[in-house]
């Protein structure tokens, strides 16, 4: 349990090495913050921003809109901050909630955090980026994303569910 605020523990262990000191255990980009403290760190923020994005859609929309998040933990996030917010479950492909289904979203709306545009103009007709998720001391690669609406699946989401599936 981390006894120090997160920015008191980056300054601290900084002249020591910060997040690269001790075993490494991210292959990916290590920002101020351990990958064992920062991924305690951002979930909230990115849940509120996302929540911002659903609040101002119609309420036409609010009543298809489904949440997808590419990893478990953007989508556990959701699930856990996202009633206070009055968001719907989220989905995923990544790990468990892959056997979940897509929960009936049928891609007329949907929210959903990173990703590439061009990409996701592949299966969307509408991609529209509403906002930006910002978090000081999570993992640099949940820091600074963007939030998307996407409007008009090119195919049903219960075609398309099984690409979404990742095991990793």
Partial sequence: MPVLPPETFARLT?????????????????GALPQHFADRQGWEEMVATVAGAYARLSPADRAVACIYMANYGRAGAIDFYGPRYGLPPAISGHNSYYLWGPRGCNGEVVLTTGGNPEELRTGFAQVEQVATVTCAYCMPYE???PVYVLRGARQPVAEVWAMTKSFQ
């Fill in 143 to 145: 820091n600074d994303l």
């Fill in 14 to 30: 900084a002249p020591f090495g910060g997040a690269e000191a001790g075993p490494k255990q991210e292959r990916q980009q290590l």
